[in-house]
């Protein structure tokens, strides 16, 4: 099972005299067709990851998920059937976005100096009541190797 991502392309943005004054990165359009219908995102919320550091690995059986590294980059490891899948995001890495589909165990590691901020766009809107977070084994994964 390979697990839906996508680059998402960075726009220039100029003041009214033409000069570039930043950019833009579109990460959600319900006409690029990349979430599956009846699975577009509920929520969008900012998780940040410090230097170094690993959220997860856990996974959801009520939740998907859908990751984009906005500032600095991050490694999506995601455990599949055939072993584990690896999606690069942030700033050297096209700003992508990986969906991870429900009962799909993931972790999010940070591999800046500085915190990266991830936005999650899940499916339905996390609630703190919710109680789907569900602890996985990663055991074999070496997190040390980049």
Known sequence: MLLNSKSNPKFQTKNSQGKVNGFLVPLYNIHDGF?????EPQQVYLTVIAPGEIKGPHLHFIR????????????????IDEGYQVVMSGEDHEYRSVIVPTGVPAALQ????????????????????????????FSDFDFSVI
């Open 35 to 39: 979430f599956p219908s009846g699975k």
């Open 64 to 79: 998907t998920g859908c990751f984009t590294c906005i500032k600095g980059n991050a490694r999506f490891v995601l455990k």
């Open 110 to 137: 940070n591999l800046g100096k500085e915190d990266a901020y991830v936005l999650n766009m899940p499916q339905p809107a996390w609630t703190p009541d919710m109680n789907d977070e569900h602890s996985a084994d």
